[in-house]
């Protein structure tokens, strides 16, 4: 299957800063969207991007859709305690055709508060 | 606002037993799907559903799985001879059209012992 490589695999940061993470591919993908995981629930969707370059936002929450179709960016502005789970980048790939997601292998965050 | 719902929540089963997940897709979308995550891991693509067909499979999905729409709002998963190594949370997911977001279930905790 596809590989969606995300960093930093976990990351601990203090309440109010800003948390950026990355998910990367070696091969191209029409579609990223940003996940939220928190234990023993099912992923929530935060953001969906459609083309290359697209920046979008989502209240403290942007995302971008990396210009080489390769990569996108997830940023949290002054984080808070409830942003603490695993964050999952996810994607169509124009390679296999299908409409299938392919995930990311996860960056968990932690909130100090 | 609109979810896909699962049940049960956790099932606990027997090796050799079957089993059937339950889903219920947002009531207007199209596409329906299962996925998988090992404790620990990222998310697996199963199987999507279309037009009350398989439109694609994983190698995962192998012949003691199946998948079925019985009515107009339920979406199930059977895994016909459950192995120890079936042991995962497996969620449901739906999307209105093909290759867009997908809303994931909160799950089934799966226990093969």
């Given amino acids: 299957g596809q590989q969606l490589n995300q960093s930093p695999q976990s990351m601990f940061i203090q309440e109010g800063e800003d948390v950026s993470m990355n998910c990367t591919s070696s091969s191209i993908f029409n579609t990223w969207l940003w996940y939220k995981q928190d234990p023993g629930e099912g992923p929530v969707l935060l953001i969906a991007l459609y083309k290359a370059g697209e920046l979008t936002s989502n209240g403290r929450l942007t995302a971008q859709f990396g210009i080489t179709r390769k990569d996108s960016f997830l940023n949290i502005s002054a984080s808070i305690p409830s942003d603490v789970g695993i964050y999952f980048c996810a994607g169509h790939s124009p390679k296999t055709g299908a409409n299938n997601l392919f995930f990311g292998t996860g960056t968990r965050l932690t909130v100090i508060p | ?113």
């Fill in chain 2, 1 to 113: 606002e609109p979810e896909v719902t699962q049940t049960p929540s956790h099932q606990v089963t027997q090796m050799g037993q079957e089993v059937i997940l339950r889903c219920v897709p947002i009531s207007n979308h199209l596409y329906f799907y299962w996925y998988r995550q090992i404790l620990g891991q990222k998310v697996e693509f199963l199987v999507s559903f279309y037009n009350n067909e398989i439109s694609e499979k994983s190698e995962i999905f192998d012949d003691q799985f199946s998948v079925e729409r019985p009515d107009g709002s339920n979406f199930t998963l059977k895994i016909r001879s459950t192995k120890l190594e079936d042991s995962a949370m497996y969620f449901c997911a739906s999307s209105l059209i093909a290759y867009n977001e997908q809303f994931f279930g909160p799950g089934t905790r799966l226990t093969v012992l």
